[in-house]
């Protein structure tokens, strides 16, 4: 069993009184944000992970890590073997339209979302093989990026600063917007909000292209709390890194052992992870 500590530096403040309010222009709104707290941990385990599985969303659920890839044709739902990084039920629900995006297991179906093809694919959750039906989603930039739940709502980001609760309205095969929540810290809004994982009361969430998961106050969209996993694939497996392998993507948590498992696009390798309180 590996286990190394991460410890983050505290992040610098840009102004005094930045707002965590919606700007359109990106600048200081007059309300002033916290600094994100830096969030430590420990890798517990070094597991492997498909490096062909361009990672979307992961969900721990009930013993078995379901993951969803993009990549066009390539997209899937899967049921992973997390010792082995195998799938052990793979469905390609992709095309030269569809790319596959997050997933989240809410009220006993699995929710996969599409990069721009304005679709979620439900799916019952004993049977990953046959999508039930198809909802439209056409809400704010229409793209769907990262969901997850909190056990009454659907909460879905499309790569902007919103992130979006929601609700399935099933006479209409679309989605009912309960509530917006808009995602600043410090420094102003933050965009490019991807991967989700509801986490004991906050929205964990990596920011595309960075090496961030932010901890996110659900009352306000206020970062809280800030984990830095630069150079982590790296220091674990450098020798495995090619040019194929892109960017940190994958929250699961399980909540039984109180651990998140944490990979990216097309890694080697996933990890198990103690956050320190």
């Known amino acids: 069993m590996l286990k190394r500590i991460f410890t983050i530096g505290l992040l610098s403040l840009f102004a005094a009184c930045n707002s965590g309010n919606r700007s359109d222009d990106g600048g200081d709104t007059g309300n002033g944000i916290a600094a994100p707290q830096p969030i430590t941990f420990s890798i517990d385990t070094v597991l492997p992970h498909d490096p062909q599985a361009y990672t979307q969303g992961l969900q721990f659920y009930n013993g078995k890590l379901y993951e969803g890839t993009g990549d066009y044709e390539n997209s899937s739902l899967r049921i992973v073997d997390i010792k082995t990084g195998t799938p052990e039920k793979i469905y390609k629900m992709g095309s030269k339209e569809i790319f596959g ?13 599409t990069w721009q093809s304005k ?4 799916y019952n959750l004993n ?9 439209s989603w056409t809400v704010g930039r229409a793209e769907g990026w ?11 980001s499309d790569g902007s600063d919103t992130i979006y609760y929601a609700l399935p309205d099933e006479e209409k ?15 102003g809004i933050l965009d490019s909000i991807n991967e989700l994982e509801f986490i004991d009361g906050y929205i964990f969430a990596n920011r595309y292209q960075t090496n961030d998961i932010l901890k996110i106050d659900t009352a306000n969209g206020h970062v809280v709390g800030k984990m830095d996993l630069t150079g982590l694939l790296a220091q674990y497996d450098a020798k495995e890194i090619s040019n194929r392998t892109d960017v940190l993507n994958g929250i699961a948590y399980d909540s039984a052992t109180k651990k998140l498992y944490i990979t990216g696009k097309r890694w080697p390798k996933m990890f198990e992870v103690k956050l320190n309180k």
């Open 101 to 113: 995006e997050g997933i989240t297991i809410f009220k006993n179906k699995i929710y996969q979302l």
């Open 127 to 135: 049977d990953i093989m046959h999508p039930i039906k198809t909802f």
């Open 146 to 156: 990262g969901i997850t739940n909190d056990g009454n709502n659907l909460i879905i």
């Open 173 to 187: 095969n679309e989605m009912k917007i309960i509530k917006e929540i808009y995602v600043a810290d410090n420094t």
């Open 119 to 122: 679709k979620i694919f439900i």
